[in-house]
């Protein structure tokens, strides 16, 4: 059963940064996407960002210019660099890899950051 580790949450100061990881436990074989999501309290979970196996960028518009989303299929891992944090930014980081044998979801990472 493929698992994805994520890493890099945590509390951090409005206009400060972190960098979040994921890494998949096994091999993915036909990955299509590679993304994250997140979901505030009381919210619905939303796309973050997204980056296709050709390398296609995809982002929500709150996060432009400030998120850069990154991955690296031979080690099947995916980062997301947050620049400029704000105190909205604050909700639980899923990572997600789409292939065409499923989705696969980590466990989730919390990014709080303080106004």
């Known amino acids: 059963q493929v698992q994805l580790v994520e890493s890099g949450g945590g509390l951090v100061q409005a206009g400060g940064s972190l960098r979040l990881s994921c890494a998949a436990s096994?091999?993915?074989?036909?990955?299509?996407?590679m993304g994250w999501y997140r979901q505030a309290p009381g919210k619905q979970r939303e796309l973050v960002a997204a980056?296709?196996?050709?390398?296609?960028?995809n982002y929500a518009d709150s996060v432009k210019g400030r998120f850069t989303i990154s991955r690296d299929l031979a080690k099947i891992t995916v980062n997301l660099q947050m620049n400029s944090l704000k105190a909205e930014d604050t909700a639980v980081y899923y990572c997600?890899?789409?292939?065409?044998?499923?989705?696969?979801w980590g466990q989730g990472t919390q990014v709080t950051v303080s106004s």
């Open positions: 997600v890899i789409r292939s065409w044998s499923g989705d696969f």
């Open positions: 096994a091999l993915i074989f036909s990955i299509k996407t």
């Open positions: 980056i296709t196996r050709d390398g296609s960028e």
